[in-house]
């Protein structure tokens, strides 16, 4: 590789962490994808680093507190479907407002969405807090398991709104072409929550910490810290994206067609997180907390890697907004076709390293020999199907950035209920292979999902959908 090549690449990537607002319309494709997937990425690498970080600390309190993790982390989903559902709506209306230049109509629609977003957080907050004992017993949770996690929980549903907000800012931050800023809102939060993790968790000096409830106080505070970036930023008005006072008065038309396109896009990702909480049922059914503590780490580490990959596709739903706003609808085809091709040859690379690296990286999450084997056959398992999840994400990702929330709705709901717990329970209730059929029902469900996606994005009747 040349001197100026790498110069050229290194300035990329600096002016990809730049921070600044981006009409992706027009140049390069190529230069679009990496600008935007770049901090994208990278915002998603530190989460998931996190999320491994969290598990390693709470691992060392025992299987129980890994389980208590496990139930409520599969209980939360809900509330990350809403955020991302909720995001990606976002996402969706503000990219096709930017591709029109229609600014303030963007600013706008940010205001209203935020405005749902608040008033779901509070009614979710509370469901949660009143009944975490009964959260964790519809889960199957041991009395044992809710004595030590409901306090946990408890946190978690209460101060979910940090959770809901900081995904939702960031998806009209990405709406608007500003990728980086949405990566250091998530910095911020990711940073904050590992430093203060082992603190609050294990005490410092003469304090002994909070134990698991002081993970869920420092998900919450790392979470408030980058909402209150993100909120700083949209007050100050130097980007596309400006709020107003006034603007915060409801706009019911507005709130209204948001809704309408929220809606499913919110629902789409309810679907596929009730399944896993299903799957999750299910895998304790078979094989109990052992087995739920083993299948947590796998999936954190699945997590891992395709929190990175999201990076990828939430590029590629930006960039079909845009360009169908400015009516260059084949060149926001050709966008995602690049994108889809990158995800492809980043996901093959990972389904090697979990296919032959399972042991060591379980291994450093426990040191319960039977929840490790659980782990690394999971991860084996799941990770077999990578490539097809780097397809279907993209895919998915892209159709809704194109406004056609509902049609992933309902590939959602084939795969994931037609088709991935049905035959998990097949599996566990009628063969002999038990754990490991469960496991496959995933990368099997996955792959037709991907297959179906595909097959929709190219019959190409998302170019005719009107935000």
């Not at 598990?55 to 890994?66: C, P, R, S």
């Not at 976002?90 to 749902?116: D, L, P």
């Not at 910490?209 to 007050?235: D, F, K, M, N, P």
């Not at 580490?301 to 400015?326: D, K, Y």
Request: with cysteine; glycine share 10%; charged share 15%.
């Amino acid at each position: 590789m040349g001197v100026n090549k790498v110069i050229n690449i290194f300035k990329i990537f600096k002016e990809a962490l730049r921070g600044e607002d981006r009409d992706y319309t027009q140049g390069s494709i190529r230069l679009a994808i990496f600008m935007l997937a770049i901090p994208m990425i990278l915002e998603l690498s530190l989460e998931s680093v996190f999320a491994l970080v969290d598990m390693y600390f709470v691992g060392k309190l025992g299987k129980e507190a890994i389980a208590v993790v496990a139930y409520t982390e599969s209980l939360i989903t809900i509330i990350y479907s809403i955020a991302i559902g909720l995001s990606t709506a976002a996402t969706a209306i503000i990219a096709r407002r930017v591709g029109e230049k229609n600014y303030q109509a963007a600013s706008n629609s940010a205001v209203q969405v935020i405005i749902i977003s608040v008033v779901l957080s509070i009614l979710m907050g509370i469901i949660g807090w009143f009944m975490a004992d009964d959260l964790l017993k519809f889960m199957g949770a041991s009395e044992q398991v809710i004595a030590q996690g409901k306090g946990f929980t408890r946190i978690m549903f209460g101060f979910n709104i940090v959770i809901v907000m900081i995904f939702l800012i960031n998806g009209i931050f990405r709406g608007a072409g500003n990728a980086a800023l949405a990566m250091k809102s998530l910095w911020i939060a990711s940073i904050l929550n590992i430093i203060l993790d082992p603190l609050l968790i294990y005490g410092i000096g003469s304090w002994k910490g909070w134990g698991l409830e002081g993970a869920a106080i420092a998900t919450c505070i790392g979470r408030g810290s980058g909402v209150a970036y993100q909120i700083y930023h949209l007050l100050r008005g130097d980007g596309v994206i400006k709020i107003y006072w006034k603007a915060i008065i409801p706009d019911f038309e507005i709130i209204k067609s948001s809704l309408l396109l929220a809606w499913p896009a919110t629902f789409q990702f309810i679907i596929a997180s009730g399944s896993w909480i299903v799957l999750t049922r299910i895998v304790a059914d078979t094989g109990g907390d052992t087995a739920a503590a083993g299948y947590q780490i796998a999936i954190r580490n699945v997590v891992f890697f395709i929190l990175p990959a999201w990076g990828l596709s939430n590029a590629a739903a930006t960039l079909i907004g845009q360009n169908l706003g400015a009516n260059q609808p084949e060149r926001a085809e050709q966008s995602v076709l690049l994108a889809a091709k990158y995800n492809i040859m980043f996901m093959a690379m990972v389904s090697l390293v979990f296919i032959f690296l399972s042991n060591p990286i379980i291994s450093f999450f426990s040191n319960d020999a039977e929840v490790i084997k659980i782990g690394v056959k999971a991860l084996q398992i799941i990770g077999s199907g990578f490539v097809f999840y780097g397809i279907g994400m993209v895919m998915m990702q892209a159709l809704n950035g194109a406004g056609d929330t509902s049609t992933p709705t309902w590939i959602n709901f084939i795969g994931f209920w037609m088709l991935q717990i049905p035959l998990a329970y097949f599996f566990m209730k009628h063969t002999s292979v038990g754990l490991e059929g469960v496991f496959a029902a995933v990368p099997i469900a996955e792959t037709a999902i991907a297959i179906v996606a595909y097959w929709v994005f190219k019959k190409g009747k998302w170019k005719s959908i009107k935000v």
